[in-house]
């Protein structure tokens, strides 16, 4: 009889949820509607902007109220009732993060063929999470990855070390998300860089500081909805507009044919000859100074000094003089400073010299790196991210929010379902927008410059920069420098849609990196709280000032990742391939052998962990040109050493492999696990239970106070 009321209620709550997401989709499709309307009758640009920004973060902030709670289980896991396919949204806005959202398209726009490993990686990471760990982490029942760590290792040195390596993931991923917050606000309103990071991340913080995991999860599927909306209406009208097909996959194998014969036209225009000849000549320029260096360096600034002088002297135009000044300024230095300013510039001239990069063309590339170094490449990025993937603390703690573990497994499903629809498009996009760039932007008189071009290169020249090289006043292909990221902020206004699509797609960007900041906040508040200060240090502590607790860290991160966000730190493509292999190299290798071999102890998982971390770092800092400056003080023009042609963004594939093979090597040379551990990983495995019994909780949890006082 309880199990049928049970299951009627479940049924009820979750006809209540699909009554209230309909309802809450409709009135957002009504918002765009009015704006869409408001717009043709002359509302300006940035109220459209001002509108979809505080009516968003407005509606974020209402469901973070509205779900706000003190208790423990609510706070930590949403009370354990998400509905799978409700579960899977907020996994998908979770894992949507900024770089998901604008980055995809943008990579694939540059990079071709090649791009497709991150939509490889990251959707294969989630088969992973299905197979491995989902179910698993589910059944045992705790609130957090750590705590796992801490009850299947017998102790809190692993808890630790899984502390400190959810806090360096999940802070690196989370910084990544807050600039980006910063560069859509900036984009969407006017607003000062620094003012959008803090509006933006006040309305992270009325959802997780409220309301935990359960204010987080229903905010996020109401994110899921606006970003989905968001990315799939400026495809399909730019499908439409292009071919008249409304599926963006068929309208872009149409498209791409044609883009491809506009690369060839265009690698043999004279116009761009000239144009990449010109570039080759200021690449040889600067490798020339950088070979007479240091003599160069003195020459060539007392050469500016007398340009300086002479057009002070002679009344030139106060441009001109202006313009000199500001160069003379930004002079290197030093001698080594010039050698890392002018190596820079060369490979950056070098690259603009080369042709077009091949959309269809697999392991090509712009330099003069082998096809075998980029297939090496290609693969090791593909394993990195599915690794990382399966193993971020922010994506897994999904798992523990659903009511049984056929739920988790399910959610899983949902998850990949909802993310390819989005992944699945993203090739379409870039394939779109680049038809747009090649046909209308591509001899264009610089007179008549879209709108869009000056609006985007104020927010940040290195989004989108364009240059009369050749002084003919014709846009050349060769003298447009695109970033990724404006790939698909800026696709309504590159196509010629109405500026409220524009707002739609940056409301969209937003939600992404609002929804996947909200779950990496919770990650490292209750890593803080809940698995160092609660089973460490105070286990006596009561739920509700656990809660309180995890609420004050909480703000503290925030506030630490938006300082950290100002700064304008490295790539946000670099910071979140950091995140996913620091992941790959520590929780995905322990977290695999903590469930599958019950030889593994505390020793081997402890050691893995920090060995592949450190491998992992290592490799970083060897082969990224500005990190092996900051850390080992090595000039940036120092040649770098790749293993194998991979790059640093896929590090983890070298710290995953250590990481298994030290976890084997320390546990056979270390006692051991107890047998309690043993009875944990057989109970893990069985099939059919659901959820964790109070005998085997009670009895981790003895054995940690013991641990603790020993």
């Known amino acids: 009889m309880s199990d049928t009321t049970g299951l009627g209620r479940q049924k009820a709550f979750n006809a209540k949820l699909f009554r209230g997401y309909a309802a809450y989709t409709l009135g957002f499709v009504v918002l765009v509607l009015l704006l869409a309307m408001l717009e043709v009758f002359g509302l300006e640009r940035q109220w459209i902007g001002y509108a979809f920004l505080l009516s968003t973060v407005a509606l974020y902030a209402g469901i973070g109220i509205m779900c706000r709670t003190s208790d423990p289980v609510e706070y930590y896991v949403a009370g354990r009732r998400v509905p799978a396919i ?18 995809v398209a943008g990579t694939l726009y540059l990079s071709g063929y090649n791009g497709l490993a991150y939509i490889l990686g990251w959707t294969g990471g989630y088969v992973l999470v299905a197979l491995l760990l989902a ?13 796992f760590l801490g009850a299947r290792f017998d102790g809190n040195m692993p808890r630790l070390v899984g502390v400190m390596c959810a806090v360096l993931c999940s802070f690196t991923y989370l910084v990544a998300q807050i600039y980006g917050v910063g560069i859509i606000t900036t984009r969407m309103t006017g607003i000062s860089f620094e003012l959008g990071i803090f509006i933006g991340l006040g309305g992270v ?16 599927v109401g994110q899921y909805i606006i970003l989905v909306i968001a990315y799939l209406v400026p495809v399909i009208w730019l499908a439409v507009k292009q071919t008249g097909d409304p599926i963006p996959q068929f309208a872009a194998s149409s498209v791409l044919t044609q883009v491809v014969e506009r690369e060839q036209v265009l690698s043999q225009d004279a116009a761009e000859l000239e144009v990449r000849n010109i570039w080759q000549s200021r690449a040889d320029l600067m490798q020339s100074r950088i070979s007479k260096l240091p003599e160069s360096w003195e020459f060539e600034k007392q050469q500016l000094s007398v340009k300086l002088l002479r057009a002070r002297a002679n009344d030139a135009p106060m441009v001109e003089i202006r313009s000199l ?14 050698r890392t300013a002018w190596t820079k510039a060369r490979d950056d001239f070098a690259a603009r010299a080369a042709p077009p990069m091949p959309q269809a063309e697999p392991f090509s590339s712009k330099t003069e790196e082998s096809p075998q170094a980029i297939r090496n490449n290609f693969l090791a990025t593909v394993l990195c991210l599915m690794l990382g993937t399966a193993g971020l603390p922010h994506i897994l703690m999904r798992s523990l929010t659903t009511p049984s573990v056929g739920a988790a497994r399910q959610s899983v499903f949902w998850s990949l379902l909802f993310i390819l629809l989005l992944y699945m498009t ?3 996009l870039a394939i779109l927008v680049k038809s747009e760039i090649y046909n209308n932007l591509v001899g264009m008189p610089f007179v008549d410059l879209p709108a869009w071009v000056s609006a985007w290169s104020a927010v940040d020249r290195a989004l989108i920069s364009i240059l009369d090289l050749n002084h003919d006043g014709i846009v050349q292909l060769s003298e447009i420098q695109i970033g990724g990221d404006v790939i698909v902020l800026a696709a309504p206004e590159i196509g010629g849609l109405p500026y409220v699509i ?8 937003l939600a992404a990196a609002l929804s996947t900041a909200d779950g990496l906040l919770l990650t490292l508040s209750n890593a803080l709280s809940h698995d160092t200060l609660l089973r460490v240090v105070s286990s006596r502590m009561g739920g509700g000032r656990q809660v309180i607790l995890s609420k004050v860290l909480l703000l503290v991160v925030a506030f630490a990742a938006a300082w950290a966000a100002t700064r304008t730190p490295a790539d946000i493509l670099f910071l979140v391939g950091a995140a996913f ?5 520590t929780f995905f290798p322990v977290l695999v052998m903590g469930i599958f071999w019950k030889r593994a102890n505390q020793w081997g998982a402890t050691a893995g962990m920090v060995s592949g971390l450190l491998m992992t770092v290592f490799y970083m800092v060897q082969t990224q040109a500005w990190l092996r400056e900051l850390v080992l003080g090595v000039p940036r023009s120092t040649p770098v050493e790749l293993w194998w042609g991979i790059q640093p963004i896929a590090a983890g594939v070298f710290g995953a492999p250590v990481a298994f093979i030290v976890i084997v090597l320390v546990s056979y040379l270390t006692p051991k696990p107890v047998a309690l551990t043993n009875q944990l990983v057989d109970y893990l495995r069985q099939p059919e239970s659901v959820g964790a019994t109070p005998a085997v909780h009670r009895a981790l949890h003895e054995q940690s106070e013991q641990t603790q006082k020993h």
Do not use: H
């Not at 409700?86 to 980055?103: L, R, Y």
């Open 426 to 428: 993203a090739p379409a």
């Open 135 to 147: 179910p698993y982490l589910r059944k045992f029942g705790g609130y957090t990855i750590p705590e």
């Open 581 to 585: 292999s620091f992941a790959a190299s």
């Open 86 to 103: 409700f579960n899977g949204m907020a996994t998908a806005a979770d894992w949507m993060s900024v770089a998901s959202f604008i980055g």
């Open 325 to 338: 000044e500001r160069e003379y300024a930004a002079y290197p230095k030093s001698v080594e400073a010039a």
């Open 502 to 509: 524009s707002g739609l797609v940056a409301a969209g960007a």
């Open 205 to 220: 913080l009325v959802c997780s500081f409220l309301g935990g995991m359960r204010a987080v999860t229903w905010t996020q």
